[in-house]
């Protein structure tokens, strides 16, 4: 019999009620888990190599290009398309109908006739015709300010200025990737066993990083010059990201509860490492100091927001002086270290969090493994009511203490626009629509379900039957009791609910940087931001890039 593999000792897991509340959720950061970066390993461990076999693309900057890249056996290729959009068209609103540039990710090589189709269709996004072949599609604006500076600075024979990329980040603004089956295109059921797709939203990453590359040569084509290394990597692509995205964690709730026990089981992997090495602790000496400069080079025009960025650096002197000090050359050093923090920001302590796994690539890589949901939910029904009220207060005692007959408790409803098919908020108070109401205050459907088992007779069967309306807060107390870290465990129809918690957490795990909220529902982030450009796929770069800073840049 073939021997299994050592499982690597770990401390206890944080619990899921400390880690999965809004408040420590919107304080993540990438780490490497994050999906890009492990796609990122997965390119260079198989030698890939990013071609451009069509380049149609004229002296206005408008046509067509086509990259080509192999991944786990099969080839994938990107068909981007530039048109020419009139400045009064150019927003990053959903309602949007045209847009600088449109993307479709295609299964295998394009022809001409799958190219000629793509270009009539991809600009039109929702309203094109798309096949199977095609697995991604998305769109991107320009963001003019720095895109126009960086061509007329190569023209020039000049470098962009480091401040003003810094400021920005990206050249281009996605406002949507869309993957999954949406407008027609492929299901992931057609691609989900393939080598280096299987794991969560590998596709979709995939074609954000051949998006940024597309960028990169779209500016030096028009500016006739190189950028240089440094000004390419640092530019990344931006994302505007709203409340489309919210409801996908509580409506995964076994896929939040994978991501969150790969990302928790890391850091109690690195908890239980006894001593470190030299190397290990130099890795964490210089990306602490690589979190502190990434840290000056992040600032944003909220100022609620930048308060907190503020907080963190004036905390992150005291983590860099322990780092560089005695508390790493005793035992249990990362355990050490997050016990000494854990008085601070909550935003610095998921900081330390993300930090602390970085030297420990073997011992933690392969949990991406596991970052997939390819069964669902899989649970053994409890046998009477008296055991299903005892789970409701084991796994949803947080849900009990909620007071719903309080209007602020439950001051917002979820919905979905008729007009888009996207996620929205009402105030239940104030607005209409709260009878379109979707289902996403879990809590209140639990409380009211245990408050409805109270004297229950302890056939569940009969219970079910006679209260039907209390199954989708069954599944959710069954889907907890298997799947602890399934839940967010605060009210998401409270008025304090700040949806931008729920963006924050989602977009940490596909590795964004830079978050710079606009309001509590919607922020602009920067996504392969450091990432590794293809001739560096073979390099140390290709998986040093955890938090990414401009070289160069005056602090």
């Known amino acids: 019999m073939k021997d299994l593999p050592d499982i690597p000792e ?7 009620s400390q880690v999965m509340r809004l408040s420590r959720m919107g304080s993540m950061f990438p780490t490497r888990l994050s999906f890009l970066r492990v796609l990122m390993r997965r390119l260079s461990q198989e030698g890939a190599t990013l071609t451009r076999p069509v380049w149609e693309i004229d002296q206005g900057g408008f046509g067509h290009a086509v990259y080509s890249i192999d991944l786990g056996g099969h080839t994938y290729s990107l068909v981007a398309i530039s048109t020419d959009l009139p400045d009064h068209l150019r927003t990053d609103r959903v309602i949007a109908t045209a847009w600088d540039t449109a993307y479709v990710l295609f299964d295998g090589t394009p022809d001409a006739d799958d190219i000629s189709r793509i270009i009539a269709n991809a600009p039109r996004q ?34 962009p200025d480091l401040t003003l990329v810094n400021s920005v980040g990206y050249l281009m603004r996605t406002t949507a990737v869309y993957g999954n089956g949406k407008f027609g295109i492929a299901d992931r059921g057609l691609i989900e066993d393939r080598p280096g797709l299987g794991g969560p939203f590998a596709a979709e990453m995939l074609t954000v990083w051949m998006i940024r590359n597309f960028t990169h040569d779209l500016a030096e084509f028009l500016g006739g010059a190189p950028l240089d290394d440094a ?4 530019l990344g692509i931006g994302n505007s990201t709203g409340l489309g ?41 210089k990306l602490s100091s690589r979190a502190a400069r990434h840290l000056e080079q992040w600032n944003v025009p909220a100022d609620e927001h930048q308060a907190r960025i503020e907080t963190i650096r004036h905390e992150w002197s005291a983590v860099s002086e322990m780092i560089n000090g005695q508390v790493l050359s005793g035992p249990k050093p990362i355990a050490a270290l997050m016990d000494k923090t854990a008085a601070m920001s909550v935003d610095t302590q998921e900081l330390v969090a993300s ?27 409890f046998q009477s009511t008296h055991e299903l009220k005892d789970a409701i207060e084991s796994g949803f005692d947080w849900a009990l203490e909620i007071d719903f007959d309080g209007q ?50 302890p056939d569940l069967r009969a219970f079910r039957q006679n209260h039907p309306q209390h199954e989708m807060a069954l599944n959710r107390v069954l889907c907890t009791a298997l799947h602890p870290y399934s839940e967010i465990r605060d009210n998401l129809i409270g008025a304090g ?57 005056a602090s």
């Open 10 to 16: 770990q401390a206890p897991l944080r619990p899921p």
């Open 126 to 159: 929702e309203a094109g015709r798309f096949t199977e072949k095609e697995l991604v599609l998305s769109r991107a604006n320009k963001s003019v300010r720095l895109f126009n500076h960086v061509v007329e600075q190569l023209r020039a024979g000049n470098q």
């Open 231 to 234: 000004v390419k990597r640092h």
């Open 245 to 285: 995205m919210a409801p996908f964690l509580v409506s995964h709730p076994v896929l939040l509860h994978n991501w969150m026990i790969a990302r928790e089981t890391a850091i109690a992997r690195a908890c239980a490492v006894e001593r470190l090495t030299n190397q290990q602790t130099a890795t964490l000496q």
């Open 355 to 381: 930090l602390v796994i970085e030297p420990f690539g073997e011992l933690v890589d392969g949990l991406s493994e596991c970052m997939s949901d390819p069964l669902g939910l899989r649970a053994v029904p």
């Open 408 to 457: 602020e408790n439950t001051r917002l409803f979820w919905y979905v626009s008729e007009e888009k098919l996207e996620p929205r908020l009402g105030d239940r108070h104030a607005e209409p629509g709260a009878e379109l109401e979707s289902p996403l205050d879990i809590a209140r459907r639990v409380q009211a379900l245990w408050s409805d088992l109270d004297g229950a007779d």
């Open 497 to 553: 609910c700040l949806p931008i918690d729920m963006l924050r957490c989602k977009l940490s795990f596909f590795g964004a940087t830079k978050f710079d909220p606009k309001s509590d529902r919607w922020t602009r982030i920067a996504l392969a931001q450091g990432a590794p450009l293809p001739h560096e796929l073979q390099t140390s770069r290709a998986d040093d890039w955890w938090l990414p800073v401009l070289e160069g840049l």
